[in-house]
């Protein structure tokens, strides 16, 4: 869908958007349309239950007084409560009313509001945003869509004051937008589409960006004793990789001075799990809604995301993206319960259940992060439990971490742009659940309490003293519904979030 911005204006013709406050309160635009209809607007918004709250619409075929073939009222709520999160909502709402309708193009107007924060640049970049993200689809393997589910909409016109503006603010979003999309691509695909070594072929893809990708094979990964990892894929015929993506954009410093001297700032980073299809392994899942786990991959899928989204709006900071990419399949081959492996880090884990594999495959790329770039800080991303889902339903993701300003700065950003984050809790109590007689540590601690933390505290061995946070985002990689923003199917969540921690905490200005 193309998206363009221009001054203020009364089209004649096709499909016009206005917007009307709470309590039916006309905005400047709404108030000249009126007038055009010589007030049937008025008359229509105060004959029914449209009351211009937030989330409301109002449409009205060939308005009399005009030659326009629709108009669509939207309600804003309060304006004091227009913030970037409810325009976006909000431009997702407006997409979703108009893109099966039957127009190819409609106008917005956007007008200054008093009590709004933003200006009406701001505000219609935002909007605009809203509707660029909700118009994602994914019906690439469909040969017969019938023309009635295909979006008619080519085209949406932001007319407000100060388009260059609106212009300008947009194309960094719009950059955004495409890493959420490429995630969602990416979690959308199935398992015999996208595994290993394809998925580690479209984090190629990225080098055209600027970025630095390098594939390390099972070879490599074995000379480097990512025995965890490796015992994971160990039982597929499709061979593991791990992928390294380096983006650096922070202006040069002058290099530290004296023999062996380094600069003290090193990257942030970002670790992903890539299981691109989990059957459980010998530790067999249920076969109902196994369809599913070919999205158990959306943690790398997410950093693939960011890093595109990072380069493409030429981010000032230096990041590092690395996903861990297995399939976890039973075979004559495939890792047993009661196996136990080493470590890149050479601490042993002994594998009580195989279906409790993601935590085996971060343990080494996390190891290998910390060791190798000596990052800031590093965020792992995974659809690593059920727990999480029966803590936190579909709703929040799991938040743990070490270090409570790398937390809070994730809380915030999440409550920024509405991928929300809840901290659970890290304890020397639930560390000692995994101890093992046999091993350094088992990999679950079996038994159903603390499912989510015990395997926190699980990776939290690998990170060493690098200020750390992991997310668990089994219960939001995925949705059965549509949102305002984010059509059912891969979400892309994590993108935007991590996208507005860098902007806000560690971008160079």
């Known amino acids: 869908m193309k998206i363009a911005f221009s001054a203020p204006a009364e089209p004649n013709s096709g499909v016009l958007v206005v917007g009307v406050l709470?309590?039916?309160?006309?905005?400047?635009?709404?108030?000249?349309?009126?007038?055009?209809?010589?007030?049937?607007?008025?008359?229509?918004?105060?004959?029914?239950?449209?009351?211009?709250?937030?989330?409301?619409?109002?449409?009205?075929?060939?308005?009399?007084?005009?030659?326009l073939d629709l108009v669509l009222v939207v309600g804003l709520g309060k304006a004091a409560e227009l913030d970037a999160g409810r325009l976006q909502a909000l431009g997702g709402g407006i997409y979703a009313a108009l893109a099966g309708r039957g127009p190819g193009a409609a106008a917005v107007a956007?007008?200054?509001?008093?009590?709004?924060?933003?200006?009406?640049?701001?505000?219609?970049?935002?909007?605009?945003?809203?509707?660029?993200?909700?118009?994602?689809?994914f019906d690439k393997y469909r040969t017969k869509v019938p023309k009635d589910e295909k979006p008619s909409l080519k085209t949406l016109t932001f007319h407000c004051d100060g388009?260059?503006?609106?212009?300008?603010?947009?194309?960094?979003?719009?950059?955004?937008?495409?890493?959420?999309?490429?995630?969602?691509?990416?979690?959308?695909?199935?398992?015999?589409?996208?595994?290993?070594?394809?998925?580690?072929?479209?984090?190629?893809?990225?080098?055209?960006?600027?970025?630095?990708?390098?594939?390390?094979?099972?070879?490599?990964?074995?000379?480097?004793?990512?025995?965890?990892?490796?015992?994971?894929?160990?039982?597929?015929?499709?061979?593991?990789?791990?992928?390294?993506?380096?983006?650096?954009?922070?202006?040069?410093?002058?290099?530290?001075?004296?023999k062996g001297a380094k600069r003290a700032d090193g990257p942030i980073a970002f670790v992903g799990k890539g299981v691109t299809f989990d059957t459980g392994g010998i530790s067999?899942?249920?076969?109902?809604?196994?369809?599913?786990m070919k999205w158990d991959m959306g943690g790398s899928g997410v950093v693939i995301g960011l890093m595109k989204a990072l380069a493409g709006r030429k981010a000032k900071v230096n990041a590092v993206g690395i996903v861990g990419l297995v399939e976890n399949m039973p075979s004559g081959n495939a890792q047993r319960?009661?196996?136990?492996?080493?470590?890149?880090?050479?601490?042993?884990?002994?594998?009580?259940?195989?279906?409790?594999?993601?935590?085996?495959?971060?343990?080494?790329?996390?190891?290998?992060?910390?060791?190798?770039?000596?990052?800031?800080?590093?965020?792992?991303?995974?659809?690593?439990?059920?727990?999480?889902?029966?803590s936190l339903g579909k709703e929040y993701a799991g938040l743990?971490?070490?270090?409570?300003?790398?937390?809070?700065?994730?809380l915030a950003a999440g409550e920024a742009v509405g991928e929300k984050l809840w901290r659970m809790p890290l304890a020397d109590g639930y560390d000692k659940m995994l101890k093992c007689d046999a091993a350094d540590m088992k990999n679950i601690s079996g038994g159903r309490d603390a499912g989510a933390t015990t395997a926190a505290q699980f990776l939290q061995r690998f990170v060493d003293k690098t200020p750390w946070a992991h997310l668990d985002i089994a219960g939001v990689t995925w949705s059965k519904a549509d949102k305002p923003t984010v059509p059912k199917g891969g979400t892309g969540f994590g993108v935007r979030l991590l996208d507005r921690l860098v902007a806000d905490h560690y971008e160079e200005k």
């Open 163 to 258: 388009p260059g503006k609106a212009r300008n603010a947009f194309a960094a979003m719009n950059k955004v937008a495409d890493g959420v999309f490429f995630t969602r691509d990416l979690v959308s695909e199935p398992a015999n589409i996208l595994y290993p070594e394809t998925l580690a072929q479209e984090a190629k893809s990225l080098s055209k960006l600027g970025i630095k990708v390098e594939v390390l094979d099972e070879r490599r990964m074995r000379r480097l004793g990512m025995g965890a990892l490796l015992g994971v894929g160990q039982g597929s015929t499709r061979p593991p990789r791990l992928v390294v993506m380096q983006w650096q954009g922070a202006p040069k410093k002058k290099a530290a001075k004296g």
């Open 110 to 137: 956007v007008d200054g509001l008093a009590g709004c924060k933003l200006t009406p640049a701001g505000m219609a970049a935002e909007i605009a945003f809203g509707a660029r993200l909700r118009s994602y689809r």
């Open 22 to 67: 709470a309590d039916r309160k006309l905005t400047d635009s709404a108030k000249a349309l009126d007038k055009r209809m010589k007030g049937a607007l008025v008359r229509a918004v105060k004959g029914g239950r449209f009351k211009g709250a937030r989330d409301q619409s109002l449409a009205l075929p060939a308005p009399a007084g005009t030659k």
């Open 284 to 292: 067999l899942k249920p076969s109902g809604g196994m369809e599913d």
């Open 337 to 390: 319960p009661g196996d136990i492996v080493t470590s890149m880090s050479g601490q042993t884990i002994e594998v009580l259940n195989t279906d409790a594999e993601g935590r085996l495959v971060l343990a080494d790329a996390l190891w290998y992060c910390k060791d190798r770039f000596k990052p800031r800080f590093m965020v792992d991303l995974a659809t690593l439990t059920g727990a999480i889902i029966i």
């Open 400 to 410: 743990f971490s070490n270090d409570d300003d790398l937390s809070g700065n994730l």
